[in-house]
């Protein structure tokens, strides 16, 4: 977990709201990964960024869901107009390669409800 | 998609017993990684195995990646009560080595 910053931890959002995730890689990390836990589950990929560019988003909803990585500053997730089945745990990951297996680390997370 | 079966799904063990825990597939994969997670926090790699038939540890833990690809096996040797948590096993999959399908995970409860 070292070193992968993700913020807000907790974030509170009423239906109908955005949400905004963000994720500083860890220090020399070019590639951002993003998931998704829901409760009693296992992690889900979702997106994969590079510096300015989207490699795969075959694991994001097809709406209201976005990621970006700019050239300066953290990628960010966002969810527009949330709905109760957003609630989740996010999780962002980095690596300074495409994924090697042990060289993926991921952040602490940021837990989002959904009221 | 591919998908991993891990079993139990959650243990009750006093401290100083062996945990065994497994994870199984219909498909094979080339790489398994286990992960622990503690309770509000993110996943932290405990063990990666990349072939068949490896056997790796570190400290308490050992893992195996099977014969058959299909399946590994995390083990825990001496619980205390800081191993409480969910251990997932994962591997890359969609023909991807960034693409990681995740278990549902075992949930390990440690008495003292």
């Known amino acids: 977990n070292a070193g992968v910053m993700q913020n807000p931890r907790h974030l509170v959002r009423r239906r109908g709201q955005e949400a905004r995730l963000r994720c500083s890689p860890m220090?020399?990390?070019?590639?951002v990964y993003w998931y998704r836990q829901l409760p009693e589950e296992g992690l889900k990929f979702m997106v994969y960024?590079?510096?300015?560019?989207?490699?795969?988003e075959s694991g994001m909803p097809k709406e209201r869901f976005s990621a970006e990585f700019p050239k300066e500053g953290p990628s960010i997730l966002r969810i527009q107009q949330v709905v109760r089945g957003d609630s989740a745990a996010y999780f962002c990951?980095?690596?300074?390669?495409?994924?090697?297996?042990?060289?993926?680390?991921f952040g602490e997370g940021s837990w989002l409800t959904v009221v | 998609g591919q998908q991993l079966n891990q079993s139990p799904q959650s243990m009750f063990i006093q401290e100083g017993e062996d945990v065994s825990m497994n994870c199984t597939s219909s498909?094979?994969?080339?790489?398994w990684l286990w992960y622990k997670q503690d309770p509000g926090e993110g996943p932290v790699l405990l063990i990666a195995?990349?072939?068949?038939?490896e056997l790796t540890s570190n400290g308490r833990l050992t893992a195996q990646f099977g014969i058959t690809r299909k399946d590994s096996f995390l083990n825990i040797s001496a619980s205390i009560p800081s191993d409480v948590g969910i251990y997932f096993c994962?591997?890359?999959?969609?023909?991807?080595?960034?693409?990681?399908?995740f278990g549902k995970g075992t949930l390990l409860t440690v008495n003292p």
């Open positions: 960024l590079q510096k300015e560019n989207i490699i795969d």
């Open positions: 220090k020399g990390h070019s590639h």
């Open positions: 195995l990349y072939k068949a038939g």
């Open positions: 994962a591997g890359p999959s969609g023909g991807s080595n960034y693409k990681l399908t």
């Open positions: 990951a980095s690596s300074p390669l495409q994924l090697e297996g042990n060289t993926i680390y």
């Open positions: 498909s094979i994969f080339n790489t």
